[in-house]
């Protein structure tokens, strides 16, 4: 079953139309970026697909529940179950450990102990580097850091999709290629599929297909071929 299947989502805000008849479909397992303009509504749809934000019409379902039908009670307990986001900023709590930020997903739904829970604690702290910061907390962290214990929390529910909002924003290149590589490496040994925003051609060519955000809708979707500059091209050529 795919991953994340959006279907004529329409959504504005106030007499502005942002998205407009927007599909998208992200397979299972799959590993694929969305990219636009800024101001294109990346953000808008990324919310929406999380159950944060209503739709005007149309809809999202993620792994086969459809999202956009859900109360927001019944989205929050949806999205903690099945849908890792990855804000920008993080969205970190700066009086917990970065243990306890992980788990957190899991401690809302009664579901943070248990061998299981620190087994799946442990290979995900290993993977992205953060075993050494498990008893910290976030200020004790850089950036980079940071943005991979949001990375963490994001992936310890085991999600069906991980939504990223330009999860290498506030990175340079070395730390932005880290994280990179490690959301392959993580889509290709976990389950989940990834859906990620971005404005950094890097960053998109390690996708398996980008999509190109205009007018409100995909105008393009492209394998980028493992080739930044083949981005950067089909960047320009449909976003101009
Ligand atoms: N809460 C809001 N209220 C009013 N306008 C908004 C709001 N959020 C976003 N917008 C507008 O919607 C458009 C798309 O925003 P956004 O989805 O954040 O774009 P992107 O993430 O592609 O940069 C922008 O013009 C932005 O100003
Ligand atoms: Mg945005």
Redesign the pocket.
Known sequence: MDALVAKGVCRG??R?K?LEDFSLTVGAGRFEALM??????????LHVAAGLLAADAGSVSIGGTEVTALSDAAAAKFRRRHVGVVFQTFNLLSEKTVKENILLPLKLDGAAKGPEVEERLKRLADALGLAGALGKRPEELSGGEQQRVAIARALVVEPDVVLADEPTGNLDRTNSQTICELLRGLNATEKSAILL?THDPVVAACAQCVHF?KGGCIAASHDPQGDPARVSELYLETCR
Do not use: A, D, E, I
């Open positions: 805000y106030g502005q942002v636009g303009p800024s101001g294109s509504g990346k953000s808008t749809f925003v955000l």
